[in-house]
């Protein structure tokens, strides 16, 4: 087997490696893009939720200042209450799913190094191929030379190897 035929070889296996390394990041990148979504959906909730208490928390206290309306009060403080087990909650899948992007951000980051690995791998493949046929036009080029130096008169191209 000639180096070329390996060095091809080499970057076919290179290429297929890649292509495969490609197909992972993209579907580590659309799992990531999920993780987000879900990620920003839970912030927005919880963003929700803390608005909503706050509004409640106002109304309360407006109704604090009735007389009369004690029992309304009380109610609305049992609410605030299950208000606050409600955001609690939420703040916990906040974080849940903040590490679930970060998990997924580090696979995807992985992915995409491995992709630019086997880039730079058949960049050197191509060099080499490059830096070989370069070799053979400088030996082609010396029978040349060899050749007419002998003086036998025929300049023609020799036959390949």
Do not use: N
């Not at 890649?18 to 999920?34: G, P, S």
């Not at 106002?58 to 604090?64: G, I, Q, S």
Request: glycine residues 4%.
């Amino acid at each position: 087997m000639t180096s070329a035929t390996a060095i091809l070889r080499r970057a076919a296996t290179f290429e297929k490696l890649r292509a495969d390394a490609d197909a992972e990041q993209q579907r580590l990148a659309r799992v990531l893009k999920a993780h987000q979504d879900t990620a920003s959906d839970a912030r927005r909730k919880l963003e929700q939720l803390q608005v909503y208490r706050a509004e409640y928390l106002e109304r309360m206290r407006a109704l604090e200042a009735q007389p009369g309306r004690w029992g309304e009060v009380r109610g609305m403080r049992a609410f605030l209450l299950r208000l606050d087990e409600a955001i609690r909650a939420q703040e916990a899948e906040v974080d849940r799913t903040r590490a679930a992007v970060d998990q997924a951000t580090g696979a995807w980051t992985q992915a995409r190094q491995r992709v630019m690995a086997f880039d730079q791998l058949s960049e050197r493949q191509r060099e080499e191929l490059r830096a070989l046929a370069v070799q053979e036009d400088r030996r082609e080029l010396q029978e040349w030379s060899a050749l007419a130096a002998t003086g036998d008169g025929s300049l023609s191209r020799p036959a390949p190897l």
